[in-house]
């Protein structure tokens, strides 16, 4: 596998200016996010974009021998340099539960606590940003029923892709029962009470708690 420092990938663009500082690479198997593979593509030497991509024939005249590179049919791909943001996401954390910089689990429950009580009317209570590292371990569903267990609560940890719920919230999305009065796992992990994060093997683990949340109080629409 290859892989090109690609900010940019413009397709089927017709080379017009000098290749004098491009080079050439062909045979191969060049990925795109959607549609079928590209066979050839060009690059700047200078910059590291990409100026032009297609199929079939490759431009071989354009290049001289030693800026023309056969890969054999290797898969190619960019090199990811990808800085986004969802600004939707951003606003709808100004309704959440601020957990950035929790240096505690009880200052977690803290800023749980404080903010259920703030909002009585509330359904669900939603917060994002832990760190298990800054916490010193991951928090369990009984950290977060001891914060509040009257109201189902999701907490997001900073990355997006993993969360803890309290019990209710829990038995509400249906991954949890009662077997000889032990609560145990039926979603994600094997031979592991289910008292942890829900890690996101699959994504429709988070957006079930956010469904949920949204049918019962649109105003919790934060990460549907």
Same mark, same amino acid.
């Given at each position: 596998?290859?892989?090109?420092? =690609?900010?940019?990938?413009?397709?089927?663009?017709?080379?017009?200016?000098?290749?004098?500082?491009?080079?050439?690479?062909?045979?191969? +198997?060049?990925?795109?996010? $959607?549609?079928?593979?590209?066979?050839?593509?060009?690059?700047?030497?200078?910059?590291?974009?990409?100026?032009?991509?297609?199929?079939?024939?490759?431009?071989?005249?354009?290049?001289?021998? $030693?800026?023309? +590179?056969?890969?054999?049919?290797?898969?190619?791909?960019?090199?990811?340099?990808?800085?986004?943001?969802?600004?939707?996401?951003?606003?709808?954390?100004?309704?959440?539960?601020?957990?950035?910089?929790?240096?505690?689990?009880?200052?977690?429950?803290?800023?749980?606590?404080?903010?259920?009580?703030?909002?009585?009317?509330?359904?669900?209570?939603?917060?994002?940003?832990?760190?298990?590292?800054?916490?010193?371990?991951?928090?369990?569903?009984?950290?977060?029923? =001891?914060?509040?267990?009257?109201?189902?609560?999701?907490?997001?940890?900073?990355?997006?892709? =993993?969360?803890? /719920?309290?019990?209710?919230?829990?038995?509400?999305?249906?991954?949890?029962?009662?077997?000889?009065?032990?609560?145990?796992?039926?979603?994600?992990?094997? /031979?592991?009470?289910?008292?942890?994060?829900?890690?996101?093997?699959?994504?429709?683990?988070?957006? $079930?708690?956010?469904?949920?949340?949204?049918?019962?109080?649109?105003?919790?629409?934060?990460?549907?």
């Amino acid at each position: 596998m290859m892989t090109f420092s =690609a900010c940019r990938i413009a397709y089927y663009v017709i080379m017009t200016s000098s290749s004098d500082n491009c080079e050439l690479v062909y045979n191969a +198997r060049i990925w795109q996010s $959607t549609g079928d593979d590209m066979t050839w593509m060009a690059f700047s030497a200078d910059s590291g974009y990409v100026t032009a991509v297609g199929r079939r024939d490759p431009p071989l005249d354009k290049f001289p021998p $030693t800026r023309r +590179r056969d890969v054999g049919g290797r898969r190619v791909i960019p090199g990811l340099h990808d800085s986004h943001i969802h600004v939707t996401y951003l606003g709808r954390q100004l309704h959440c539960v601020d957990l950035k910089g929790c240096q505690s689990v009880e200052q977690l429950q803290q800023r749980v606590r404080r903010f259920a009580a703030e909002r009585p009317g509330a359904t669900w209570i939603v917060g994002h940003g832990w760190e298990q590292h800054l916490l010193g371990r991951l928090p369990t569903r009984h950290d977060v029923d =001891a914060a509040c267990c009257d109201r189902p609560v999701h907490l997001i940890r900073m990355c997006g892709h =993993a969360s803890v /719920e309290n019990t209710l919230a829990l038995k509400l999305a249906g991954f949890i029962f009662c077997l000889s009065n032990a609560m145990v796992q039926c979603y994600a992990r094997i /031979e592991y009470k289910f008292t942890c994060v829900c890690l996101s093997v699959c994504v429709c683990v988070r957006h $079930t708690f956010c469904q949920l949340a949204y049918r019962s109080d649109p105003s919790t629409d934060y990460y549907s």
